[in-house]
């Protein structure tokens, strides 16, 4: 195992980190040296089986703290940035920034049944899966807590594009977080920041099993997929692993498929 990262004072910021792709993303990037820090919003009955994930995190030998927050209230980021500034040593930063949020709502437009999307849900997805990326990379940035060649990543899916019953909220969500990662790699640019979407295929995790219809969902994908099987979060995790490395430093402002080929298909 290589350890580029470690004694670097590199940092990884993971936003919604104690499951799924953002906990993947984490190990994999504490395996090779970079400290970690996850924000995540979790229940008292799931401390016990997420605190044992964190450990798997700790033996690596890096720096390693959690939130269990709001990541979305403007004084609980305030206070988590506060701390990192002290935590941070002289010379260490956030290297990568990383936004794997799953906060939305799952409704139908119409349904004479079950209720409905409404103005607001659509407004909580959008804040929560797509305009919180700006909301931390800002301040983040404001606090001069990144390092001299960042790297901001964010999580989107074929969502953005396709039309899924049930996914309405979301899919603006996705097509939204694009938007503001696209305009992130410009506007940091020149403070050496790049940012960049990883489009994941369909991953077998607690976000999908809440979207209705998951089980034919993960059906088809088995078929459709050239390699005959779902996208784990590993291989996710791998590719920002790639994106946090120094040989990336010249990919800014793209939506990068990580499905096997999923997508041409």
């Known amino acids: 195992m290589v350890n580029e990262f470690q004694n670097k004072?590199?940092?990884?910021?993971?936003?919604?980190?104690?499951?799924?792709?953002?906990?993947?993303?984490?190990k994999k990037l504490a395996l090779h040296g970079m400290n970690?820090?996850?924000?995540?919003?979790?229940?008292?009955s799931q401390e016990a089986q997420i605190n044992e994930e964190f450990k798997i995190i700790k033996t690596t030998g890096v720096q390693f703290k959690a939130y269990n927050v709001d990541a979305f209230k403007a004084e609980k980021r305030e206070q988590i940035i506060s701390e990192l500034k002290i935590t941070l040593n002289e010379g260490a930063g956030i290297r990568t920034l990383v936004h794997s949020v799953a906060k939305g709502n799952l409704k139908p437009m119409l349904d004479d049944e079950n209720p409905t999307l409404k103005t607001d849900d659509f407004s909580l997805t959008i804040h929560a899966m797509a305009?919180?990326?700006?909301?931390?990379?800002?301040?983040?940035?404001?606090?001069?807590?990144?390092?001299?060649?960042?790297?901001?990543?964010?999580?989107?899916?074929?969502?953005?594009?396709?039309?899924?019953?049930?996914?309405?909220?979301?899919?603006?969500?996705?097509?939204?977080?694009?938007?503001?990662?696209?305009?992130?790699?410009l506007e940091f640019a020149p403070y050496g920041i790049k940012a960049n979407c990883i489009q994941a295929g369909v991953t077998d995790t607690a976000s999908l099993r809440m979207i209705p219809g998951s089980d034919k969902m993960i059906e088809h994908t088995l078929k459709r997929n050239p390699n005959k099987r779902l996208t784990l979060p590993e291989d996710v995790a791998n590719v920002v692993y790639l994106l946090s490395k120094d040989e990336a430093g010249w990919i800014n402002g793209c939506v990068i498929p990580v499905d096997g080929g999923e997508h041409i298909s």
């Not at 004072?9 to 984490?26: M, N, P, R």
Request: with cysteine; glycine share 8%; net charge positive.
């Open 36 to 44: 970690i820090c996850i924000i995540h919003r979790n229940s008292r």
């Open 131 to 185: 305009i919180s990326l700006y909301d931390w990379a800002k301040a983040i940035f404001q606090a001069k807590l990144f390092t001299e060649d960042a790297r901001i990543i964010s999580f989107t899916s074929e969502g953005n594009t396709k039309a899924w019953k049930n996914y309405a909220a979301v899919s603006a969500a996705k097509a939204t977080l694009e938007a503001i990662t696209r305009n992130i790699a």
């Open 9 to 26: 004072g590199y940092w990884a910021l993971v936003l919604g980190g104690s499951s799924g792709l953002g906990l993947a993303t984490a």
